[in-house]
């Protein structure tokens, strides 16, 4: 399995042949990410995981699968008609890849905004993808993690300990696009001092084998 990491929650998974991607959304090159894609995860419908433009476009060209909670319908537009529809704790393949999904909540942004739906992916049972939440699957050794490390909704002491709490071999920062290089210097050096793994942040484009 290769994986490239793009700006933000983006990542592009290569697998015997066949593409997947996960969160093309208006923060990452997601046009790019998209180029040649088998199947599609989104984990939920804020626009900085889902490019509806750049998908609407990508599926007009290549109609594939679009797998993520039944809440994407209310944003896909006419790329609704590619959603299959994915619950917490079901399994399913996607772009030939066993996944499994995880949580079913968005984390609390705050109390006035409502609470939309997010699945967290597990991908052929290495790879962990939570989307915009914590949740710690509880039935599996996660090898490889990408923690989101800054977001409006969460603080460095929930993410270190979700981190911690899911335990993986190696962990990559995910969820960085509102952060400077200032916020890049001060997480990065937390996260790989206080996180008991293998820390790292992945520059857009990077491509690593899992």
């Avoid at 990491?5 to 991607?21: I, P, W």
């Avoid at 993808?129 to 990408?146: N, W, Y």
């Avoid at 460095?156 to 200032?182: C, K, M, Q, T, W």
Wanted: with cysteine.
């Amino acid at each position: 399995m290769q994986l490239t990491k793009y700006a933000h929650s983006c990542l592009r998974v290569e697998h015997d042949g066949a593409v997947l991607v996960v969160d093309p959304g208006v923060f990452s090159a997601a046009a790019q990410a998209l180029d040649g894609a088998d199947a599609v995860l989104i984990t939920h419908q804020h626009p900085d995981h889902v490019d509806v433009p750049a998908l609407t476009a990508a599926l007009q060209r290549r109609p594939v699968p679009v797998h993520g909670p039944a809440s994407l319908a209310d944003v896909l537009g006419d790329a609704a008609e590619a959603l299959v529809a994915v619950a917490p704790g079901e399994s399913f393949t996607a772009a030939g890849m066993p996944v499994r999904a995880y949580g079913g909540q968005h984390a609390v942004i705050h109390p006035d905004i409502p609470v939309i739906q997010n699945l967290g992916y597990l991908l052929d049972d290495v790879v962990y993808h939570p989307g915009d939440a914590l949740f710690v699957p509880d039935d599996v050794r996660v090898d490889t993690l990408f923690a989101p490390i800054h977001a409006p909704w969460s603080k460095f002491s929930e993410v270190l300990d979700f981190i911690r709490a899911v335990a993986p071999r190696r962990a990559y920062a995910l969820h960085d696009g509102l952060l400077n290089a200032n916020g890049f210097g001060v997480l990065d050096r937390q996260y790989a001092a206080m996180s008991n793994t293998d820390y790292r942040r992945l520059e857009p484009g990077t491509r690593i084998d899992a």
